[in-house]
Nanobody, 115 residues
Framework: VQLVESGGGTVQPGGSLRLSCSASGFTFSNYDMSWVRRAPGKGPEWVSVINTGGHKEYYTDSVKGRFTISRDNAQNTLYLQMNSLKPEDAGVYYC?????????WGPGTQVTVSS
């Protein structure tokens, strides 16, 4: 059972990044999937959630209109398109999968927004 994030990096304010989360070892399509970020010195923040079928999405207010979550159940992959990035978007981004009482986490990918 594994979730592995990729696509993080350093970008200037106003730039874009696309994060990916590759899933293996479980039935990806059964899991609601989320992106959670943790900025230095702060607690985890649920950035975005997408339901199993990909038809319902949730975004925290600070990223609405800038971030888009999506999933490809055939490819067992979760995505987060991040546009108009701000310094406050920086942190480690984690992929989370939830199915009833089962919670899965990836190791995270670092996003740095700096000029």
């Amino acid at each position: 059972v594994q979730l592995v994030e990729s696509g993080g990096g350093t970008v200037q304010p106003g730039g874009s990044l696309r994060l990916s989360c590759s899933a293996s070892g479980f039935t990806f399509s059964n899991y609601d999937m989320s992106w959670v970020r943790r900025a230095p010195g702060k607690g985890p923040e649920w950035v975005s959630v997408i339901n199993t079928g990909g038809h319902k999405e949730y975004y925290t207010d600070s990223v609405k209109g800038r971030f888009t979550i999506s999933r490809d159940n055939a490819q067992n992959t979760l995505y987060l398109q991040m546009n108009s990035l701000k310094p406050e978007d920086a942190g480690v981004y984690y992929c989370n999968g939830r199915f009833y009482n089962r919670d899965l986490w990836g190791p995270g990918t670092q996003v740095t927004v700096s000029s």
